[in-house]
């Protein structure tokens, strides 16, 4: 079974995928006609550029109300088995069972992928309602032994409540067919619903669940072809990444993002570090920086009202998305697509970018900087192209060099050599740089970068 998972995880992720998340947007008080006004856009000006996945963000099933948030008890939408259902004032289409059918439906004739994110187990609320366990082979109560009618707080787990929802959600006993059944019933659910990507929170990270994680693998695999990633990444190592990279398809390696520089900058030591563990693409598992904070967003923590502009400067926007690209991390853009502007636009959809986003090899941290503040990354094209991305984190305007024989040593085999001849260009400025003598050397802005392409011979 193991190779099967294998073999169908690398033919979802072949690249890192890439597509749209609501949270940063519109918080978890997003609504059908917000959703799918976002998807109409995507679907016309970036899913040309493969932008093919959206996805509700997390509490799509409670219902927005006065004292409802984030992290509190007893606003869900749970049905008698316990399973969590979309908030029908939020979502119409879903009023009479049907859950995200209807939207998915409509999500797929757009040509787009619908997505949903999940939590680790069985919600609290059903726990304390005590729901009944589903039969998935039977279709009725499951009442295996002795007539024993199981509910959900014979299979609860309250030890191991979610890290970041203590009140929201706990873990499933495995061990017990009872949770078994509950967790099958609960992904056919999904499957059933035309859902193509599940991103479940609360098993990675500082909440690793590697039993759920293994049987919601075997679960999802056996249902439609669905994209699987796994969350928090606070907490998370390579070592504990290579637990999971052969059966998952992303995880997150650190916390959430949001529009703060210090947000950007806590990323450079995360992504290298998985880098030179060789994360990078293994078993076609990809670590997942978050969510792209670009356009129009909305505060953190506030449930809605607060939206504005990214706080990012437009050098800082450019510094995310080349990181982003060079560390081959998924693209999953964070902003109102409604009010998408030209400057964004031009970020999400730069060629180069993309390009090394989903083909480039190689990746990984240039360690040859010499000075606090400045980084580099370096990447191989698919054309023999050199890669080389400089990055300015200090408070000032910088020159940053980068020494040819420093980038020859950096990328054996290639055809950079120290009597190679390279010529450059710069991406974002568009400048011709010539011939590469002995160094690469541009001055760069604060918080900005500067991307130059190799062509040696």
């Not at 637990?243 to 992504?271: H, K, L, P, Q």
């Not at 994360?279 to 506030?302: E, K, Q, T, V």
């Not at 020859?408 to 400048?431: D, F, Y």
């Amino acid at each position: 079974m193991t190779i099967d998972i294998r073999v169908l995880s690398q033919e979802l992720a072949s690249t890192p995928p890439r597509g749209w998340n609501s949270y940063n947007a519109i918080s978890w008080t997003i609504t059908e006609k917000e959703f799918l006004q976002n998807a109409e856009i995507i679907s016309k000006k970036l899913l040309p550029h493969g932008y093919e996945y959206v996805v509700v963000d997390h509490l799509w099933y409670r219902r927005n109300v006065t004292g409802a948030s984030a992290d509190n008890l007893g606003f869900d939408v749970i049905d008698e088995w316990g399973r969590p259902m979309p908030d029908p004032d939020r979502w119409p289409s879903s009023k009479g069972g049907k859950g995200f059918t209807e939207v998915a439906d409509r999500i797929h004739k757009m040509g787009l992928k619908f997505g949903i994110n999940v939590m680790r187990g069985i919600n609290t609320q059903a726990v304390e309602a005590n729901t009944r366990i589903l039969d998935p082979l039977l279709g009725s109560v499951y009442d295996h032994v002795n007539g024993k009618i199981w509910t959900a707080q014979d299979i609860g787990i309250k030890e191991r409540t979610c890290a970041g929802m203590q009140n929201g959600f706990m873990s499933v006993n495995t061990t017990l067919q009872a949770g078994r059944f509950f967790l099958a019933d609960l992904y056919q659910l999904y499957a059933s619903w035309g859902v193509d990507f599940v991103r479940q929170d609360c098993v990675f990270g500082k909440d690793l669940d590697m039993n759920e994680i293994s049987y919601a693998t075997l679960l999802l695999r056996n249902q439609r072809p669905i994209l699987y990633s796994v969350s928090p990444g606070i907490g998370a190592t390579p070592m504990m990444a290579k637990s999971v990279s052969s059966v998952v398809n992303m995880y997150s390696i650190i916390g959430n993002d949001w529009d703060d520089w210090g947000d950007v900058v806590a990323r450079f030591d995360v992504a290298r570090d998985f880098a030179a563990a060789n994360m990078i693409g293994a078993n076609s598992s990809w670590p997942d920086l978050d969510m792209l904070p670009l356009g129009w967003l909305n505060d953190a923590d506030f449930n809605e009202g607060q939206h504005r502009e990214t706080n990012l400067t437009l050098e800082e926007q450019r510094t995310v998305m080349t990181f982003w690209c060079m560390a081959k991390s998924p693209l999953m853009f964070g902003g109102d697509v409604r009010k998408l502007d030209d400057t964004t636009y031009s970020l999400l959809t730069n060629p180069t970018l993309l390009e090394i986003n989903s083909f480039s090899s190689n990746n990984k941290e240039f360690p040859y900087m010499k000075s606090k503040g400045l980084r580099s990354w370096v990447a191989t094209g698919r054309q023999g192209e050199i890669y080389v991305a400089l990055f300015n984190l200090s408070s000032k305007t910088t020159t940053i060099t980068a020494e040819k024989s420093d980038l020859a040593k950096a990328l054996p085999g290639t055809k950079l050599t120290t009597r190679a001849s390279c010529k450059s260009n710069e991406v974002w400025s568009r400048q011709d740089l010539g011939i590469i003598e002995h160094s690469i050397s541009i001055s760069v802005e604060t918080h900005g970068t500067a991307l130059v392409v190799l062509h040696c011979s």
